[in-house]
């Protein structure tokens, strides 16, 4: 076993050095701890989707229109179990210019179709369904808001007038749902499509876009066929996908970002290869004798290996830890923005994002120090005791 | 012949230096036995410290045999090398080398630690070590914040440290006045006869040689006086 005190001493021998290389692998690990939890926040819903969960939309564009009447028609198909509707409402608060997400939808319906990703209180769902100003808050907007179960909460639309001319709605808070994963996106609101159609102004019966679950998602692709052969030719024809592909095609709006995040990440972690590499190599050229001498003691070719690998390894974690406590008080911090939280449900520096870290971490340490330890380990000792 | 530590055979050793070879060590033969005080003089470029590193076990001879205890250790490999020096041999050196980033105490402790002990035990052996050299009241103490006679000092204790069977000596006094040197000779001298530690030694200073059992003198890779050797 190598002792723990010699690499650290090696380690820390030259200060201003371990500062800069610390520094360095800081950064890179602080990007990754970021761009990785903002990644993974945009792509949660991809996730978190069902495999049996479909979703119909207006094959023109998803922000058109469809029929209610094709929520009955998709139902009556064989092989769909359950089939509700929504429709999108951009909300703000009254008062506030915090912009967060709401949807109109069938209360009977809605949630039994996204039963393993939303959880509520069977008491406050009943109460919810009963009331037809009633709304069912997500715990992350209630925080954000601090709304509680009874308030009466003016909810503005930035699309939709009322009749009446005004914009916003009264609606009642009934219950407050959770998600059913840490990654769920709980910052939006759920209020009843009656309330909504019977108000608003571009006329009745239309909804947003159908969501439906098959009995068995093997049956997926010929339902989806189905569905889209039946409205063909009609004045709102379909385009029907999976959940999953959805949720991609939605985010691909936004650009690639993935690629972005890999590609900064990447760069980020080839200049750390090339300047720490480079850095651990020239400082075991300056221990040439040191290592001689420690060969001459009796250390091993194998223990020599060993001590250099393990100062690598111990840099990387060094600076690796310090970027991802770093990224994690950041991303804490982002979080706890509304403005924030409505673009990036779900941000948070997530166990498997940090697993991968530490995983890199490693990685980088051998990498940086392998070529050092092996130069160090071949080192003959006579050659090494008389270079000064 | 059953006390001999050492026995060298047609011990020779040549380095390439492009088509033409360069003899170091010329066939030589030699015994050294237990509780010896060697010295080894000769001009620069004798062969003196090549013919020191083969007894320690830190290079190998082009062809002869070099017996340890009745051991070839011209056959070993690196791994048994690194053992037979960790095992029975402590270096001292004409710079001292000692880690520059560790105290008086924790170079010492060095060689203890490719051993099997507590740290209650090493840290018993250093005290012993450093009190043997009269540095106890030094252990804290960085090389840069010691003279040069003291980091000698800790680098004889650093290769008594593992109670070896053999000390060896590459310039110890090279780097000192002669005050220090003396006092650097009597602590050899002292852990020849009190400990029976052999001692082989390197060195130009013929004061230094005085305090030898046995004075060899080397010249272009053989021993000048044959008799001496055997």
């Known amino acids: 076993m190598i002792n723990l005190y010699l690499i650290v001493k090696n380690l820390t021998r030259d200060k201003p050095r371990l500062l800069l290389n610390s520094f360095a692998i800081l950064v890179a690990f602080f990007l990754f701890g970021v761009l990785g939890s903002v990644n993974k926040a945009l792509h949660a819903g991809v996730e978190l989707s069902a495999d049996n969960r479909l979703v119909v939309v207006n094959k023109i564009s998803f922000t058109q229109p469809l029929p209610l009447g094709h929520v009955e028609k998709i139902r009556a198909l064989d092989g769909v179990k359950l089939a509700t509707h929504a429709n999108w409402f951009g909300a703000y608060a009254q008062g506030s210019q915090t912009y967060f997400a709401g949807f109109a939808v069938d209360p009977e319906t809605y949630l039994e179709v996204h039963a393993d990703s939303f959880l509520v209180d069977t008491t406050q769902k009943r109460a919810w369904q009963r009331n037809r100003q009633g709304v069912l808050i997500g715990e992350k907007l209630a925080q954000t808001f601090a709304w509680n179960i009874g308030d009466r909460i003016p909810i503005s639309s930035n699309i939709f007038y009322k009749a009446d001319g005004s914009q916003v709605w009264d609606m009642v808070v009934e219950g407050i749902f959770t998600g059913a994963d840490l990654q769920t996106d709980t910052n939006f609101l759920l209020f009843h499509y009656q309330y909504f159609i019977e108000t608003q102004t571009f006329g009745s019966d239309w909804i947003g876009w159908v969501v439906l679950t098959t009995v068995d998602p093997a049956l997926n692709e010929d339902i989806i066929n189905k569905i889209d052969d039946q409205f063909a030719n009609s004045f709102y024809e379909t385009e029907t996908t999976s959940e999953r592909q959805f949720n991609k095609a939605f985010l691909q709006q936004f650009g690639n970002i993935g690629f972005i995040v890999t590609s900064v990440v990447a760069a980020a972690f080839f200049t750390l290869l090339l300047i720490v590499g480079n850095s651990m190599a020239l400082a075991v050229r300056e221990r040439t004798q040191e290592i001689a001498v420690y060969k001459t003691l009796g250390f091993s070719a194998q223990k020599i290996f060993s001590l250099v690998l393990s100062e690598s390894v111990l840099l990387a974690a060094l600076g690796g830890f310090a970027g991802l406590a770093l990224a994690h008080m950041f991303v804490g911090g982002m979080s706890q923005s509304p403005q924030i939280r409505a673009i990036f449900p779900g941000l948070s520096l997530s166990r498997s994002i940090f697993l991968q870290a530490v995983f890199y971490m490693i990685a980088l340490g051998f990498i940086t120090g392998f070529v050092p330890a092996y130069r160090a380990m071949q080192l003959n000792i006579v050659n090494g005791l008389t270079r000064r | ?230």
Do not use: W
């Open chain 2, 1 to 230: 012949m059953n006390d001999d530590l050492f026995r060298l055979h047609n011990v020779h050793k040549e380095f390439s230096r492009g088509k033409q070879k360069i003899t170091i060590l010329d066939n030589l033969c030699l015994h050294i036995k237990r509780g010896e005080f060697i010295t080894i003089m000769g001009p620069s470029g004798s062969g003196k410290t090549t013919l020191l590193n083969m007894l320690g076990g830190i290079d190998k001879p082009t062809h002869g045999q070099l017996f340890f205890q009745h051991t070839d250790i011209a056959q070993f490999s690196e791994s048994q090398l690194a053992k037979l020096r960790a095992d029975h041999v402590g270096f001292i050196f004409q710079f001292y080398n000692l880690m520059p980033m560790l105290s008086a105490e924790r170079n010492v402790e060095l060689p203890l630690l490719l051993k099997n002990l507590s740290r209650a035990e090493r840290k018993k052996r250093v005290n012993a070590a450093l009190t043997l050299v009269g540095l106890q009241e030094r252990a804290k103490h960085y090389p840069r914040e010691l003279s040069g006679g003291q980091q000698q000092r800790v680098a004889i204790a650093r290769a008594i440290v593992t109670d070896p069977d053999i000390v060896l000596c590459d310039e110890p006094t090279g780097d000192l006045d002669r005050t220090t040197a003396t006092q650097i000779m009597e602590m050899l001298q002292t852990l020849n006869r009190e400990f029976n530690k052999t001692i082989i030694m390197v060195t130009h200073d013929p004061e230094a040689a005085k305090y030898s059992s046995r004075q060899l003198h080397l010249d272009k890779g053989i021993f000048t006086d044959l008799e001496t050797a055997a």
